[in-house]
């Protein structure tokens, strides 16, 4: 069994996309990485050009954004293409797999492999939001979504590159891995988060209110989402130690829930509760 990874980026230093702890993460249990790098302004080359591993293996286009959120999917399959794998695992550039889950996720891609009945593998997902110990359940968050899919030209991306589907119009045929995909796009600075809001509106993703356009993004109170007691993926250690916010929620979640379970043996669950409104 050939396992590919596959990945876009474009702007990644620009926007502080955990790009290289992204690729990293799974990097033990695959056999390429292709990575599409688009037109950046900054050093986005240069970063993925550092991991300096045999199995990574770059191409570069330019982005036609006159496909407005379209053009991520539209890259996304060039990268596709690419793969020679019998499975291709795409992972976002804000999206990290926990080492704890690698083991499990290799024994569901050899337990598959010759399925016919199974086109793609799906993960739990993690939204964190604000903070590193604070994920959203809410509305409008999906909780779980397909990233390793039969590397069979019969599977494309599709939308703005959140999900697949087959070529021919039948639903993709899924088995569940029982791992998750660790998300950071939204736990950064506020003055990231605004460019990047900015940014996805000049695509065509959010069309943003006058009020919103801001130099700082505002998490508002983050006690009313779900907090995390688990581990993080050892490659994102660095980047929480240094996040402030981060610092000061985990000392609060400590202190409120010091004496429950899942805080003090580090469990790695999420809540299947569903917060119900606007919040």
Known sequence: ?????????????????????SIQSILPIVDEFIVNIGDSQDGTLSLIQSIKDKKIRIIQNRWDMSRGSEVLSYQTNLALKECQGDWAFYLQSDEVVHEGDLPRIRRVMEMYVNHPDVDALRFGWFHFYGSYWRYRIDSGWYQKQDRVIKNNRTIRSTGDAWAFERTDGRPLKVQRTGAFIYHYGWVQSPEVMARRRMNAETIGFVQLKDDERNDKYAFGNLERFPSYFGTHPQVMQKRISEHALSGEDKSAISRKWWWYPPHVFKIRYKTGRRVKGKI
């Open 1 to 21: 069994m050939k396992v590919s990874a596959f990945t876009i980026a474009r702007n990644a230093v620009k926007f502080d996309y955990p790009m290289i702890e």
